[in-house]
């Protein structure tokens, strides 16, 4: 059984930075990539970053531009999104998830467990 605990979300203002934070466990953490997605209302999840299994590859949603940074620490089984200059469309539900291998495309297939999602409201 795995679960994934997000924490770090809130509300801001444009222009603010929040950092949200995936404990892991239950699994062999440090073998698989992590992803984030987001899900804002009336719209369907999409991918927002990916870390592989030791952190050497990153990528990231176009819509990202620069502004955020996936970040793993495999010795506290915890991966981070450190989100800067956000704008009000970034308002939306933001999941952790595991990947299935040890790194994944964009694609919600490429995942298997998720997390329960931590809310994140930007306001103009």
């Known amino acids: 059984q795995v679960q994934l605990v997000e924490s770090g979300g809130g509300q801001v203002q444009a222009g603010d930075s929040l950092r949200l934070s995936c404990a892991a466990s239950?699994?062999?953490?440090?073998?698989?990539?992590m992803g984030w997605f987001r899900q804002a209302p009336g719209k369907e999840r999409e991918f927002v970053a990916q870390?592989?299994?030791?952190?050497?590859?990153?990528y990231y949603a176009d819509f990202v531009e620069g502004r955020f940074t996936v970040s793993r620490d495999n010795a506290k089984n915890t991966v981070d999104l450190q989100m800067n200059s956000l704008k009000p469309e970034d308002t939306a539900v933001y999941y952790c998830?595991?990947?299935?291998?040890?790194?994944?495309?964009?694609?919600?297939?490429?995942?298997?467990?998720w997390g329960q999602g931590t809310q994140v409201t930007v306001s103009s």
């Open positions: 239950g699994r062999a953490f440090s073998r698989y990539a």
């Open positions: 998830t595991t990947g299935r291998f040890g790194w994944a495309a964009s694609s919600s297939s490429d995942y298997t467990y």
């Open positions: 870390i592989s299994w030791d952190g050497g590859n990153t």
